[in-house]
């Protein structure tokens, strides 16, 4: 398996609710990392996690919250979003930290209304 | 701190035609440079990298692109343009042993037939 996957492929919520992406690969890879991507913009790295530890987190607003159960397994809680929170939101994985090209999935299309 | 620069917001250019995509880096150290490119509402998919070595990397799709350090670059080309690769094209480089992939704003590529 070489592919990331990710779910939902489109979620709107409202400002009040409470959701979650999930983001998944099976290629052994022991980085894993969230972006948000704008329209017509490049990705922004959110959070990076590294043998399931979190390793960078951008200044992130605290109603993202990100999660690793496990090697294989990433999630991002989300809070009371505001409406410019919606976005393509990517996940991607790597073999390990540094020097590694990273592996995308397809993205999740948020709209928060 | 480290940057890129695509100059070109968006290129138009018949099927069949050779594609030059410029990028520009700015870092301190031999960069580890990247190319990926993202169809609409998709994630990214990665078309070559340079780490070290020949200066000219053969990539996925027909893609080629050439390090030069003189210049502070990393250009994308291709012979002959296909419809299917109209898409966004980013250029990236990851710093010395970080996590952080940095992105270029990209360019968009429209292939007329």
């Known amino acids: 398996d070489t592919e990331v996957t990710q779910t939902p492929k489109h979620l709107v919520m409202g400002m009040t609710n409470k959701k979650s992406l999930k983001c998944e690969q099976h290629?052994?890879?022991?980085?894993m990392y969230w972006y948000k991507q704008k329209a017509k913009k490049p990705p922004e790295l959110m959070f990076v996690?590294?043998?399931?530890?979190?390793?960078i987190n951008e200044s992130v607003p605290s109603r993202f919250s990100p999660e690793c159960p496990n090697s294989s397994l990433l999630n991002l809680h989300l809070h009371a979003l505001q409406p410019e929170d919606s976005a393509l939101y990517l996940c991607?994985?790597?073999?390990?930290?540094?020097?590694?090209?990273?592996?995308f999935g397809p993205g999740t299309r948020l709209t928060v209304l | 701190a480290q940057s890129v620069t695509q100059p070109d917001i968006h290129i138009t250019v018949s099927e069949g035609a050779s594609l030059e995509l410029r990028c520009n880096y700015s870092?301190?150290?031999?960069?580890?440079l990247f190319w990926y490119v993202q169809s609409p509402g998709q994630g990214l998919q990665l078309l070559l990298k340079?780490?070290?070595?020949?200066?000219l990397v053969q990539g996925i799709k027909g893609f080629e692109a050439e390090f030069k350090r003189s210049q502070s670059s990393f250009n994308l080309r291709k012979p002959s343009v296909h419809w299917s690769d109209a898409a966004e094209y980013f250029c990236?480089?990851?710093?010395?042993?970080?996590?952080?992939?940095?992105f270029g704003t990209g360019t968009r590529l429209q292939v007329f037939p």
């Open positions: 991607a994985s790597s073999p390990d930290h540094a020097y590694n090209e990273q592996f």
């Open positions: 290629m052994g890879h022991r980085a």
């Open positions: 996690y590294s043998y399931e530890k979190l390793s």
């Open positions: 870092y301190g150290a031999t960069p580890y």
């Open positions: 340079y780490f070290s070595g020949d200066t």
């Open positions: 990236a480089v990851e710093a010395y042993n970080t996590d952080k992939l940095i």
